[in-house]
């Protein structure tokens, strides 16, 4: 993923308004035949911005880069060949193979770049599935093999002792014991794949989330939609929102484990250019290395700084998986604020999302 930021968007804007009008004046300057100088270093000024944008963009935009500055390039040459006015080689005929050098360096070292990343995301969602294996395992064991366990030691106990009000104490013990396990299972299932993200999309999907997290957890659990995110759920792609889901779902779920919160606001909206989901949690807060996905040393305001720091990288990796950009902003007794920022990607025309609030409490 290229890496995103206003400073570093900024530039890129600039450099390529640069860069396009540097080129369109010494293009318009070859057509007419005008001064040869100028050409020379309107083109060589263009050919060294759009250089400068390369790292700049993602991977998918740098060959209208290459075409530009292959052009720029050849103008540099043709002006630097009427300004030498000499078949011998000099320091003007060098400069543009010296470009030319670089650009294959650059466009070379991307793709190396790209290819580390690409095998970096893949690690990280071979680990990410790992971590929810031995959760589903961990969860299975604990708690659904223990009360089928005590089932089976209830039934077998009345059914030593013979009696019609021992089996029917037994039974009545057993049912509930299978009620609380559908009841543990349905979640886990939910958790492994919620049918209502498949089917009606986002919102619904966050609406049952927040509903469910209070349901399980008793802490106040909301959903806001703003004024603008009426153009969310078509325009997304299923693995977008999918991953979006999976990174409140773990920033709700951190919550409630390490920072002990009383109440827990999940705000969706949207603006021309990008989708914002910010979760908020009037918990305890935790270090700032922690908030960065590092190792923090344990203290008091923060119970489990390493399992936190983890669930906190997982979130990083999944917002990479979507090219989202995920900044974490908490500090000791001030609670903790997950701010996730996705891009528009092609998508179905924008579905309604009404402006309402969802949740329990």
């Not at 320091?91 to 470009?99: E, Q």
């Not at 209830?154 to 009841?183: F, H, K, Y």
Request: net charge positive; glycine share 8%.
């Amino acid at each position: 993923m290229t890496p995103s930021g206003p400073g570093r968007t900024g530039t890129r804007l600039a450099l390529e308004g640069l860069g396009t009008c540097l080129l369109a004046a010494a293009t318009v300057m070859e057509v007419t035949d005008r001064s040869q100088a100028w050409e020379l270093a309107l083109a060589l000024a263009s050919a060294v911005c759009y250089l400068l944008l390369t790292p700049l963009v993602a991977p998918r935009q740098r060959m209208w880069l290459i075409v530009a500055i292959a052009f720029a390039l050849m103008l540099t040459v043709a002006g630097t060949v009427r300004v030498a006015q000499q078949p011998s080689l000099n320091v003007l005929h060098v400069l543009p193979l010296l470009l030319v050098a670089y650009a294959l360096f650059a466009v070379r070292s991307s793709a190396r770049r790209e290819t580390r990343l690409r095998r970096e995301r893949v690690r990280a969602r071979h680990d990410g599935e790992e971590r929810e294996r031995r959760r589903w395992a961990r969860e299975l064991h604990d708690d659904t093999l223990q009360e089928l366990g005590a089932v089976q030691v209830v039934l077998s106990t009345a059914a030593a002792d013979g009696r019609p009000e021992a089996m029917r104490e037994a039974i009545d013990q057993a049912r509930g014991l299978v009620g609380n396990q559908i009841v543990s299972l349905r979640h886990l299932i939910v958790d492994l794949r919620p049918v209502v993200l498949d089917e009606l999309g986002l919102q619904p999907a966050l609406q049952a989330l927040c509903r469910r997290s209070f349901e399980t957890y008793r802490i106040r659990t909301e959903l806001r939609l703003g004024p603008q995110a009426d153009t969310v759920c078509g325009r997304l792609t299923a693995e977008t929102q999918a991953q979006m889901y999976r990174i409140v779902q773990e920033a709700i779920t951190n919550a409630v484990k390490h920072a002990e919160p009383t109440r827990v606001v999940v705000n969706l909206e949207s603006d021309q250019r990008y989708v914002h989901v910010a979760i908020t949690d009037n918990g305890h807060g935790m270090a700032a290395a922690t908030a960065a996905g590092r190792a923090a040393p344990r203290a008091a305001a923060s119970p489990s700084p390493q399992t936190r720091g983890i669930g906190m990288s997982a979130m990083r990796e999944r917002a990479e998986l979507i090219d989202a950009r995920l900044t974490v902003r908490s500090a000791p007794g001030e609670g903790t604020t997950v701010d996730l920022r996705v891009p528009w990607g092609p998508g179905e025309p924008p579905c309604e999302l009404r402006g309402e609030v969802a949740g329990g409490g």
